[in-house]
């Protein structure tokens, strides 16, 4: 790969004040998306004043203005003047398809809230780790986690049941699936996923697992509401199942989505995953699609921001307690390695039209 050419000073200078505004726009949408606000313009469809997008998101006036003259002079929102001088404000039907809740999985304005909410939970602590490589603990991040459920539902919702699946082993799993399986999501998280999954199976068995009791304890109420009997959710370490245990060839199937690469010991995770399959189990791990090493990310639409998330959580997560720290941009050559070296010796790498930030390692036993 050629050697990238040295910016001029100017230039650069121009790239800092970008960086500097676009740092800035990154709070105040994550701002917007997490009050409500974009929701409640987008239910406008002509200019309102800053005290009738107020009265709409009920907030509070002045902190609505301001945080409007961030949007206008970011062009997020359009500003239009009356006669008289009053500044009305518009968020574009084109913006909105993308930044607001109903966006479903075209939804980029959730992932706002990601880097300021990274900074609140673990800046201290990643400062630290500088200096002496240690990780920081998955509990440590109690709001990101609420985050990452937010965020699944934004994912999983519109695409998991009627895009993702039907394409899963040729469309072989969602008819094994209606017929009746047992399935495993490692990593579960709050259980967005799984608890989809057991609503639209309901001939198939479900099982969570996650290392966080309160994660788990979140999923288990969920479920509960749902009132779906054919999921149950577990407190396990994912490095450290299937040998004997009653997980061993416990499952027909096992997904883990954006999960593997947070494990202290991924290879020991993955190694479980193939002990808990029967011959001719599937396992779907869907990650972050990027080459593994930073040459092979330059061109990565996203390169800077998903190297940022993984800083401030998927490697610090991931080191603690003396662990791998793979980190989020793992990329394709590391994870189809680690999945050979846990035993699977044919990886199919899918990539997925409805998602084109992931990709889909497709393994059987």
Request: glycine content about 10%.
């Amino acid at each position: 790969m050629p050697e990238q050419e040295s910016t001029a000073p100017e230039d650069f200078s121009r790239k800092m004040i970008d960086i500097l505004n676009y740092g800035a726009l990154n709070l105040a949408v994550g701002i917007g998306y997490r009050t409500g606000l974009f929701d409640a313009m987008d239910a406008c469809s002509a200019p309102q004043t800053a005290e009738a997008v107020a009265r709409e998101a009920g907030m509070n006036r002045r902190y609505v203005e301001e945080w409007l003259g961030v949007m206008c002079t970011g062009g997020i929102v359009t500003l239009t003047t009356r006669e008289d001088g009053t500044a009305e404000y518009l968020l574009p039907r084109s913006h909105a398809d993308i930044l607001t809740r109903r966006a479903g999985s075209g939804n980029l304005g959730v992932y706002a809230q990601e880097i300021p909410l990274l900074t609140l939970c673990a800046m201290e602590k990643v400062l630290d780790g500088f200096r002496t490589g240690e990780g920081v603990p998955y509990a440590d991040y109690p709001k990101f986690q609420a985050f990452m459920t937010e965020l699944a539902n934004a994912k999983h919702r519109q695409v998991l049941i009627d895009l993702f699946l039907p394409t899963v082993d040729g469309g072989r799993m969602a008819a094994r699936l209606q017929k009746g399986i047992r399935v495993c999501d490692l990593g579960c998280g709050e259980g967005v996923a799984l608890t989809l999954m057991a609503a639209a199976f309901p001939a198939s068995r479900f099982t969570g697992i996650d290392m966080d009791p309160e994660v788990i304890r979140i999923a288990e109420s969920a479920a509960a509401e749902a009132g779906l009997d054919n999921a149950r959710f577990l407190v396990r370490d994912a490095a450290a199942l299937g040998n004997g245990d009653e997980f061993e060839n416990a499952f027909d199937y096992i997904t883990a989505f954006d999960a593997i690469h947070d494990q202290r010991e991924p290879l020991a995770a993955l190694k479980s995953v193939r002990r808990m399959l029967p011959p001719g189990g599937c396992f779907s791990m869907i990650d972050i699609d990027a080459g593994s090493a930073h040459q092979d990310n330059m061109a990565h639409p996203m390169g800077p921001f998903l190297y940022t998330v993984s800083l401030m959580h998927c490697m610090p997560v991931g080191l603690a307690d003396n662990g791998a720290g793979l980190g989020m941009m793992w990329g394709r050559e590391k994870a189809v390695a680690l999945l050979s070296r846990a035993g699977f010796d044919a990886v199919e790498v899918v990539e997925m039209p409805h998602d084109p930030f992931n990709i889909h390692y497709f393994c059987r036993k």
